[in-house]
């Protein structure tokens, strides 16, 4: 196989086979992973095989065969049009081609992969969200730039979202930055999960600028709740 | 003698779960097992609970009151009625419940759309969370689908690896939180489920003319397929309990059509970066077929990702002249509106996108009246009279 | 004194055979059937043609039964379960439940040939709407209509325009924990795909499949002729969806041979779901000592080169009850069943006696 296109880099197959190591290096790999006989259940409940030229199927095809090549394309192209939405679990035997994914994009972005770049690509603001606040949807995302399909009702919302916000009886949801009011400790405590589970580095691979920002907002943070960063490093 | 061909169909057929026949573990005696070993404590499920059958026959307990609610970033942020429906049930009923500021959300919207996480990361979210709920004594009750689904994931990968427990530990140390998994994972639609009669004996509106579709969530019943809730009674044990059951049991209708397993279109990151194929999908696979072959009042779902996919892609389709126009409710809004909620004040339609006025008249609601009451409010709040609506207010 | 006797528990084709070759030998026989006919799966799920001879199942079965019945070498006790057993190789003492009654049998060695029942096809992940659809049958079902000559849509009673087998219903799947291949159901639909063609000549006939599993001669008796002579069609993939359309089903699946996703509408689908072991199986396994498999079949030692020994000195096990069998499998350990079962009462007998 191995049709790179410019989408993503050509590499030496040693480097396809490191990067293949690590998705099996995945602790999750075996349970997601046994064997295929290419019976198409996934195939026919998955949701983005309807639409785009992606099957599951393949997915776990090129696993099982250990075709580094196959992966290597796959884990660039095909990875980014997955619903995980994980119908294919229905798999008889007990494969999850929706895991392999998870597992597949997380090596692409550990790995700083331009494909995974450019498929993060306008999604950072979200991310800056979800690790940032510990909540992912805030009210206040709802633009009209940025849903203008959704039509004018965005922009009705918008308008009056501080008034709307107030307009709820649950006192956590007065909020417009978050989706419920968060306490501090508790987002202390978040930010802790990601500096010592490595998450800061796999953002720092995809996108330097949004590291940087999260780093400024999080230091401070971690510092007043006297957690020892230089301790927590993994070993 | 000739057969009886027509006692051959379904009727004659009575499916009967038997958990004997199923050959994994019980989840449960895996989880407590681990508490046996030290390795963590168990959050019991607190009386009273309602004892359901799972999809492999298995009890599953679901709490009635005494509930930690964590809540939906997607609710919270999008359909801010969701979660107030769930909590105003709460209130009518008399159940206690707790709404914390010591939550995050699960953050496997961000996971399952970017992969910029990890298992670890994943998994200490997960137990920060159950610590926090296990420090209140309240049970976690778990608003999304997406959370349910994940933390159900979290669960089994705990289960499997003990480095993973590890990693977890050393960081729930650092917080000073201990390590808590809880007896069940409960979505808040078992909850509705256990609760059913309960609502449906609070009912003020008759609801025998309204005919609604419902469409599973993914993350509830196909990922760890085992913890979703069957009944015989319901499509002959065949497909997931919760919410038919509780339309069934307000008296609604209840129209099948032939998409039911379809996913919505959600896609997480498709929704949010790539909604060319979350529309055509929520519309082509979902919401015209549904017109098509049941032509629904409503059509009623369990988690965050479908009401907004499916209620947020109709739009666009209709600028198409595509037959869509389907008002999309979680079932705990539907519930709310049955005990004579407020449309505005409690399930917040104003912010749902396809037209629910229709649907509101039909169920014999003035909705006119309660937008001059809403309004009436939002005018209050700009003159500074009051600060914020109050749960008071919201029953005035 | 040992017992001269061999007690044989079930009536299905393991356990007459069984019974022939004893009653050939000369050794008194006792037969302990649950049901109220011998013949076991193919007179009690009525089955039509036997695979893969089409012979009629009724008169084959019949044949196979005809020199048991009034021998008096051969005691045959219908609608009757074994409930205790003492004594061992040579000397075991079973107690015989039958009409409220019970009675004391000796034995000097025991056949169990309590075969096997069809996967239900309710059961946890692979829900075919069986118990949704009318039209929605299992091979067992598709027999009793073929048997009748009357294959038709239980929902209305008119004949089908388009039938579709589902393939491995319950065999082959990890999440339901039934790993193992059912063995006969790839031969089994293939003949049943031929008698509707046969029956119902305007017909079209699908059976979706992983692998065809026709075992030497069912290759050129059975697959070749379904394909050939009889038009039928052979998808390769597997159904994951049945839903209503009208009064039709649709199904959903992946043609994975063109790799792409399909939709079909069909009259009649037929589940072909696959083997577990019978609750009387699991139950006589528990009550004789028997070590299961994990699948709940009654484990036999020695395989490949011994297939009816089990754990317990003097009991033996012969056909389905011992995993996925077909009829020639079945016959073929009831004979090899009695064989062993007397030699072993030849070692007990008193010297001089063998």
């Not at chain 1, 995945?26 to 949701?47: I, K, N, S, T, W």
């Not at chain 2, 709460?90 to 970017?114: E, F, I, M, V």
Request: aromatic content about 8%.
């Amino acid at each position: 196989m191995g049709c790179e296109t410019s989408k993503y880099a050509a590499v030496s197959y040693e480097e396809k086979l490191r990067l293949f190591e690590q998705v099996k290096g995945d602790e999750r790999f075996a349970h997601y992973l046994y064997g295929c006989y290419e019976c198409g259940v996934c195939v026919a409940v998955c949701p983005s095989a309807r639409f785009y030229d992606f099957s599951p199927r393949w997915i776990a095809q090129a696993l099982a065969r250990e075709d580094a090549d196959l992966v290597y394309k796959f884990m660039n192209e095909d990875v980014w049009d997955c619903s995980q939405c994980f119908s294919c679990d229905k798999c008889p035997r007990k494969n999850s081609p929706g895991g392999l994914i998870t597992i597949l994009r997380e090596v692409a972005v550990r790995n700083g992969l331009k494909s995974a770049k450019d498929a993060l690509e306008g999604y950072g603001r979200i991310i800056y969200k979800i690790m940032s606040t510990g909540t992912q949807v805030a009210p206040d995302m709802l633009q009209p730039a940025a849903f203008p399909d959704w039509g004018p009702h965005v922009k009705e919302i918008s308008e009056n979202l501080q008034w709307w916000r107030r307009a709820l009886p649950p006192e956590t949801l007065h909020t417009t930055e978050t989706s419920w009011d968060v306490s501090e400790q508790t987002l202390r405590e978040l930010y802790l999960i990601w500096h010592v589970t490595g998450v800061m580095e796999m953002i720092k691979e995809v996108d330097e600028g949004l590291h940087m920002i999260l780093m400024d907002v999080m230091e401070e943070k971690l510092e007043e709740a006297g957690f020892d960063l230089e301790a927590t490093e993994e070993d | 003698m000739p057969i009886d061909v027509a006692a051959m169909g379904k009727s004659s057929r009575t499916f009967h779960r038997d958990p004997q026949t199923v050959k994994s573990r019980p989840l449960r005696d895996r989880v407590l097992e681990l508490e046996a070993e030290g390795e963590w404590i168990v959050h019991r499920v607190p009386e009273p609970y309602v004892e359901l059958e799972n999809k492999f026959g298995r009890v599953k307990k679901v709490p009635l009151g005494h509930t930690w609610h964590h809540k939906s970033c997607g609710q919270c942020g999008h359909i801010p009625g969701y979660s107030t429906s769930i909590f105003w049930l709460h209130r009518k009923l008399g159940l206690d419940y707790r709404d914390p500021r010591d939550q995050t959300s699960c953050t496997a919207w961000n996971y399952y759309a970017s992969a910029t996480s990890n298992s670890a990361a994943q998994a200490a979210v997960a137990l920060r969370n159950f610590a926090a709920a296990y420090e209140t004594g309240y049970f976690p009750l778990i608003h999304c689908a997406t959370s349910y689904g994940h933390y159900k994931e979290v669960r089994e990968e705990l289960l499997a690896s003990p480095q993973l427990r590890g990693e977890v530990r050393r960081i729930m140390e650092m917080m000073k939180k201990p390590m808590v998994m809880p007896e069940e994972i409960v979505h808040y639609s078992e909850w509705v489920h256990a609760a059913r009669h309960q609502v449906a004996a609070h009912k003020v509106l008759d609801l025998s003319n309204i005919v609604a579709t419902v469409h599973p969530a993914c993350h509830y019943h196909k990922l760890v397929a085992e913890d979703a809730i069957y009944d015989p009674d319901i499509y002959g044990g065949q497909r997931t309990a919760v919410v038919t059951a509780t339309l069934k049991a307000l008296g609604a209708q209840v129209a099948d059509y032939s998409t039911w397993f379809d996913c919505c279109g959600f896609g997480f990151r498709h929704i949010l970066v790539q909604r060319d194929f979350t529309r055509s999908f929520a519309v082509q696979r979902k919401i015209e077929v549904m017109k098509e072959e049941a032509n629904p009042d409503v059509t009623i779902t369990h988690d965050t990702g479908c009401v907004t996919t499916l209620d947020q892609s109709q739009f666009a389709a209709r600028a198409h002249q595509r037959k869509v126009g389907i008002p999309v409710l979680s079932e705990a809004q539907f519930c709310a509106l049955a005990m004579g909620a407020h449309p505005y004040r409690v399930c917040q339609l104003h912010w749902h996108n396809t037209e629910t006025r229709p649907l509101l008249e039909k169920m014999g609601i003035d909705h006119q009246a309660r937008w001059r009451e809403f309004e009436a409010d939002v005018e209050r709040l700009k003159r500074g009279e009051i600060e914020y609506l109050t749960w008071e207010d919201a029953d005035a | 004194m040992p017992s001269e006797r061999v007690l044989i528990i079930g009536g299905g084709p393991a356990g007459i055979e069984a019974a022939r070759s004893l009653a050939d030998l000369g050794i008194p026989l006792t037969i302990i059937e649950s049901g109220e006919r011998l013949g076991g799966m193919p007179i009690t799920a009525h089955y039509a043609a036997l695979t893969p001879s089409f012979e009629d199942a009724e008169q084959a079965m019949g044949r196979m039964i005809a020199p048991l019945l009034g021998n008096p070498a051969i005691d045959v006790h219908l609608q009757s379960t074994i409930t205790a057993l003492r004594g061992a190789a040579g000397n075991f003492a079973l107690t015989v439940a039958s009409d409220g009654t019970q009675a004391e049998v000796e034995a000097g060695a025991i056949i169990v040939a309590t075969g096997f029942q069809h996967f239900d096809p309710g059961r946890e992940t692979q829900m075919y709407g069986y118990y949704e659809f009318d039209d929605v049958i299992t091979l067992a079902d598709s027999e009793r209509l073929l048997k009748e000559h009357r294959f038709v849509r239980p929902s209305d009673g008119r004949p089908p325009e388009r039938v579709a087998f589902i393939q491995c219903v319950g065999s082959r799947d990890r999440q339901i924990g039934n790993e193992f291949c059912s063995k006969v159901c790839c031969g089994v639909a293939s003949k049943q795909a031929i008698e509707i063609r046969q029956q119902l000549p305007d017909s079209k006939v699908f059976i979706f499949y992983i692998d065809m599993r026709m075992y030497g001669y069912w290759e050129n008796q059975i697959y070749w002729p379904a394909q050939e002579k009889y038009k039928v069609n052979f998808i390769r993939g597997i159904v994951a969806e049945v839903l209503k359309k009208g009064d039709r089903l649709v199904i959903r699946g992946e043609d994975t041979t063109l790799g792409r996703p399909m939709e079909i509408v069909v009259d009649v689908l037929v589940l072909s779901v696959g083997m577990e072991p019978s609750k009387g199986t699991r139950e006589i396994a528990k009550l004789l000592g028997l070590p299961q498999n994990k699948y709940g079949f009654i484990e036999t030692q020695g395989a490949p080169l011994a297939t009816v020994v089990t754990a317990v000195p003097g009991i033996f096990a012969a056909g389905s009850c011992t995993g996925p069998a077909d009829l020639e499998d079945c016959v073929s350990m009831g004979a090899a069943a009695a064989l062993k079962a007397t030699a072993l009462l030849r070692k007990k007998a008193p010297a001089g006696g063998g």
